[in-house]
C-alpha cells in the first residue's frame, strides 16, 4: 500500500498556494485533446491500435521533445492504490483507468509524466493524446505556455490528426478545433453566502464558459467548490480562448472579493459561523468528506478574511487532496473501511489544524 | 443594573455539584404550600388582604422561627433586574413577579430568604406562602428536611388552613393534602440517544411522577433536561411522599447510567457527538439559549463518560445559571439587545470552556 517513491509528491505542486489568488483560486489547469493520424479514436480502437499509439509516444521519451527526460507509466503496471492515488490528483481521469470496466485499465492506458513540469499526457484515454498541466491560483497563461510547448514538440514528431478548416479532430465533437479546455477551480463562498452566486453563474454560461461541481460533471456543489471551464473549443485562436478565460474567472473573482467585503462588514453572523466550522474541524472524531469541504470552506473563507489567523492556504490545500480515501490508505499503510476513513480523516485534520505537518508521510492512524 | 451584593450568591449553592449523583441530578427542590387561616387564597384577595398575611410572615423574623435570621425582600421594592436575576435562579416564579401584570409584583408579594440555608418562602403567590428548598444532586430527604423543620416553625407560629380529613388546604385542589412537590432537574442525554426515554417517562407516569421540560410546565426539553416531579399530593404522607419520589428518580439514574455505558462501547458516534459539541461550544461566536443547551447536553455527558477531561460539573452548572439574559446583562454592566446576547454568552462560554473562572463577577462583554 505504497506509491513508488519517485511518484510520492507527483502532481501536487499547485498546493503550495504560490500562484495569483491562490486564496480564492485552489488551480489552473490547461488540457489539449489530440490524436494520431492512421489511428482510430480510442473508443473504437483494438488493443493492437491502442498500442500501437503506446508505442509511438514510447518512442518519444528519449528525444529532445522531453529534454528533462520524462517517464511512461502503464496503467495496468500500477497497482490499483497508486492508481487511486493518481485519480485523486485529478491526474488521471476514471475513463483511464477503467473504473467503468472494474477498475481494468484498457491495452495501452498509460500516463506520460514529466519530473521537472507540472504537465503529464493521458495515452489512450477519450482522445490518443490530453496533454494536460495542473499550476497553483490563476495562472492561465502559464497553464497553457506548458502545454503549449509540449503540444510543438509532441507535433513535431507524431502526425497529428488536423483538418485545415476544423482544425484538431477529436474523439468527441465538443473539443474538436483547439481541442483545449481551461479551468480553474475556485472557492466561491462569498457569493454563496450573499446569495449571488446564481446570477454570477449564469453570468459565465452567457459568455461560454461552463461550471460543475468538485468531483466533475454532475457532482453537486460541495463545499462552495466550483470548477469553471470553457465550453467551446472551436472558432477561436487557443491564445484568445485562453486570455478570454482569464479574462473572465478574473472578474468571477473580482465579485467574490467585493462579497467578502460584505461579509466583513456585516455583523457577528460570518464569524460565528466561520469560527463553528473551525471548531468542528478541530475537534470532530468522524468526518465524511463532505462534510469536512463543507467545513473548510468555512475556514477557508475565516483566513482570508482575517478573521482565522491560520492554517495557511497551502496547508488548506493539503487537506483536500491528503484526506481523500487513497491517500488516507496511503498514510494509514493499509485499506480503511469506511467508517475508520471517517476517524483517520478526523484525525488528520485535527492534526494540521493543530500546526502540525500536514505531510503526507504522517501517519493519521497512530 | 446590579444585584444588591448580599444577594449576589443567593440560592446557588446547588451550583457546586456536591450532592449525590450530581452528574445527572442538578439539583432537587421540595415545596411546601400553606395558607393563612382567616384569609381568603391569593388569587381572590385584596391589597389589604395580602399586606395582612405579608405582616404575619414579618411578625415572625424576629422570633425562634428563624434562629439564624431571615430577610423579607417586598419583591415591589426590588428593581427588575434583581427581580429576573431571582427569576433565573429559579427563586422566585413568574407568578410571585406579576410577569402576566406588565411586570408589577402584586400587594405583599416577597420572598422569606434565610441566610444560612437554601429555604426560601414566596409569600403571597398562589398560596400564602409556598416553603421551598433547592439542594444539590439527588438529595431529597435533606431537600424535605429542610422545609419540614421550617414548616414546624412556621406552623407553631401561624395559624394555617389545615382538615383534618384533607390535611393542608390549598389554592389549587391538586396541591392539598400535604402541599407537597418534590422535583428533579436530570440530565438524560444517553436514555434519549438510545432512543429508550420515552418508554421510561411513560413509566414515570404509571407511578404517579410527571416530567416538563426545563422553564416549566408545557416547554419542550431542550438538551436532554427534564424535571421530574410528583404528581399527588394526597392521601400519603409526606415521608412516604418523599421517599417513593427518591426511590423513582433513583431508578432512572440507573437507567440512565446503564444506557451512558452502551454508548461507551458503541464506537466512536457517541465521541464524535461529544466533541463537536465541544467544539462548538469552545469556538461559536454566537449562541442562543436553546443553542447552549443541546451543546452543554452533549459536553455535560462527555465529562461524565470520561471523553472530555474538563469542565467539571459545577462549571457545567454555572453556565446554566449565568448565561440566562438577566446574568449575562448583570455582567455587562448594562441592558444587552437579542444579538449582544447571544454574543456575550458564546464569550462566557469559551472563558469558562478555557478553564478561566465563570463567577457572576466575570465581565462576558470585554
Redesign the interface.
Known amino acids: 500500500m505504497k506509491t513508488p517513491e519517485a511518484l510520492r509528491d507527483f502532481g501536487l505542486g499547485w498546493l503550495d498556494g504560490s500562484g495569483p489568488h491562490a486564496d480564492i483560486v485552489l488551480s489552473t489547469r490547461v488540457r489539449l485533446a489530440r490524436n494520431l493520424q492512421g489511428h482510430r479514436y480510442a473508443a473504437q480502437a483494438d488493443a493492437g491500435e491502442r498500442e500501437a499509439v503506446y508505442s509511438s509516444v514510447a518512442g518519444m521519451l528519449e528525444t529532445p521533445v522531453f529534454p528533462g527526460g520524462a517517464s511512461l507509466l502503464r496503467m495496468g503496471e500500477l497497482d490499483v492504490h497508486t492508481r487511486r492515488i493518481f485519480l485523486e490528483r485529478r491526474l488521471v481521469s476514471s475513463d483511464l483507468l477503467g473504473r467503468q470496466r472494474a477498475d481494468q485499465p484498457s491495452a495501452g492506458a498509460a500516463l506520460l509524466v514529466c519530473p521537472d513540469d507540472p504537465v503529464s499526457v493521458m495515452v489512450n484515454e477519450e482522445d490518443h493524446l490530453r496533454l494536460q498541466s495542473l499550476v497553483s491560483g490563476l495562472s492561465v497563461m502559464e497553464a497553457w505556455s506548458l502545454v503549449d510547448r509540449l503540444d510543438d514538440g509532441i507535433g513535431g514528431d507524431l502526425s497529428l490528426a488536423y483538418h485545415p478548416e476544423f482544425g484538431y479532430l477529436t474523439s468527441c465533437p465538443t473539443n474538436t478545433g483547439t481541442g483545449l479546455r481551461a479551468s480553474a477551480l475556485v472557492h466561491l463562498p462569498a457569493l454563496v453566502l450573499t446569495k449571488e452566486i446564481t446570477r454570477v453563474l449564469e453570468g459565465l454560461e452567457r459568455v461560454g464558459l461552463t461550471h460543475r461541481g468538485l468531483d466533475g460533471e454532475g457532482s453537486d456543489f460541495v463545499g462552495n467548490f466550483f470548477q469553471i471551464s470553457n465550453q467551446k473549443t472551436l472558432g477561436r485562436s487557443e491564445e484568445d480562448l485562453v486570455e478570454h478565460f482569464g479574462a473572465t474567472v478574473t472578474t468571477v473573482i473580482e465579485k467574490e472579493r467585493r462579497a467578502r467585503q460584505v461579509l466583513r462588514g456585516a455583523?457577528?453572523?460570518t464569524?460565528?459561523l466561520i469560527?463553528?466550522a473551525?471548531?468542528?474541524?478541530?475537534?470532530?472524531?468522524?468526518l465524511t468528506y463532505r462534510d469536512l469541504m463543507e467545513l473548510l470552506s468555512g475556514v477557508r473563507l475565516g483566513v482570508s478574511l482575517g478573521m482565522l489567523p491560520s492554517p495557511r492556504v497551502n496547508a488548506l490545500n493539503r487537506i483536500i487532496i491528503f484526506s481523500q480515501a487513497a491517500h488516507l490508505a496511503e498514510a494509514a499503510g493499509r485499506e480503511l473501511d469506511a467508517?475508520e476513513r471517517?476517524?483517520h480523516r478526523?484525525q488528520y485534520v485535527r492534526r494540521v489544524l493543530q500546526g502540525e505537518n500536514g505531510s503526507p508521510t504522517t501517519d493519521p492512524g497512530s
Chains 1, 2 share one sequence.
Not at 278 to 286: D, I, K, S, T, V
Open positions: 455583523g457577528p453572523r464569524e460565528d469560527w463553528r473551525y471548531g468542528l474541524l478541530r475537534h470532530a472524531r468522524l467508517s471517517q476517524a478526523a
